[in-house]
């Protein structure tokens, strides 16, 4: 079992509508959780991280965490075309001084 | 605010011949600082990552070298290259094992 997986997409949503990206992890310890977006040819940035079990809300984006089912996960509401881009998870297992990402997902918003 | 530098920005390369990749970091004092690895379509892979000078921590064993002279400079080396070693290079800073942040990347091509 890999220790953060997500699926690979593409994941196609039209204009307006929510796209929900899931990622689930296989390390208990861990801590804290990232979401980056890396558009073609780019290094990925951060959008947000959350810690706490629940809903963290960012503009347009939701970070959900769920600790007990090892999964987290990204809500982007009103998607965009520009939203078109690979979304990473990450995971700090809070030792070993790194993260652990995901494959990432790949969202194409259609207009 | 910090701010990340990684040059050069592309670089195409002969195999066999040698590497070196440089990362700085401005606006903060002992960071953590990562290098990456991505292949095309690929996720991110972790290759070093130091916690201060001269401490270098090897995640995948191969013939790349990361050295840290200052205390926020960050090398990356090879003597050889392969034509494995393609690939897009990512440095990334984070006060201690908490967020990372990325610089642009190398995109670095072996021919």
């Known amino acids: 079992q890999k220790e953060v997986e997500q699926n690979s997409g593409p994941l196609s949503v039209p204009e307006g509508a929510i796209a929900s990206l899931n990622c689930t992890y296989s390390?208990?310890?861990?801590?804290?959780f990232f979401w980056y977006r890396q558009y073609s040819g780019k290094s990925p940035e951060l959008i947000m991280s959350?810690?706490?079990?629940g809903d963290k809300e960012d503009g347009r984006f939701t970070a959900q965490l769920n600790k007990a089912s090892q999964y987290v996960s990204l809500l982007i509401r009103d998607s965009q075309p520009s939203d078109s881009a690979t979304y990473l998870c990450?995971?700090?297992?809070?030792?070993?001084?790194?993260?652990?990402f995901g494959p990432g997902t790949r969202l194409s918003v259609l207009p | 605010s910090q701010t990340i530098h990684q040059w050069p920005a592309t670089l195409v390369q002969p195999v066999g011949s040698p590497l070196s990749l440089e990362c700085t970091v401005e606006g903060t004092s002992n960071p953590n600082l990562y290098w990456y690895r991505q292949a095309a379509g690929r996720g991110l892979q972790l290759l070093f990552y130091s916690v201060g000078i001269g401490q270098i921590s090897s995640e995948v064993p191969q013939n790349l070298s990361a050295s840290r002279p200052q205390d926020r400079q960050f090398i990356l080396s090879s003597k050889k290259l392969l034509l494995s070693d393609s690939g897009f290079y990512l440095c990334a800073w984070s006060v201690g094992p908490d967020t990372q942040y990325f610089g642009p990347g190398t995109r670095l091509t072996v021919l």
């Open positions: 959350i810690y706490s079990n």
């Open positions: 390390d208990r310890v861990s801590q804290s």
């Open positions: 990450a995971v700090n297992r809070d030792y070993g001084q790194n993260f652990v």
